[in-house]
C-alpha cells in the first residue's frame, strides 16, 4: 500500500476520501491517456504518481458546482506551464 494513503493528513488536505479519490481516479485517467506526470516517474506506477502528485502539491481537487463538468484538476500555479498533454501532441 502507499504510504501517504497510511495518513489523515492527505484525506484532511483533500477534503474528504470521497473528494480524495475522485482526484485520484481523473488523474489515473489522464495519465493513461497520455498526460505528462507532473513528477518524476522514477519507475513508479500511475498510482503512486498520482498519490506524489497530490503529496507535493502538483495538484488538487477544484469542485464548481455552477460548471458543467463536476470535478476538475487543479494545478499548482508553478505547474500551469506543464498543462498535461498527451506526449504525442
Known sequence: MIEAL???EIVDRMGGRF???VLIQRRLVQLMDGA???VEREGR?????V???????KIAYDFDPASE????IALAPEMHDRIAKPLDA
Open 6 to 8: 497510511k495518513s489523515d
Open 19 to 21: 473528494k480524495l479519490c
Open 36 to 38: 505528462r506526470p507532473l
Open 45 to 49: 506506477s500511475d498510482l503512486e504518481l
Open 51 to 57: 498519490i506524489e502528485e497530490i503529496v507535493q502539491g
Open 69 to 72: 463538468e463536476e470535478v476538475k
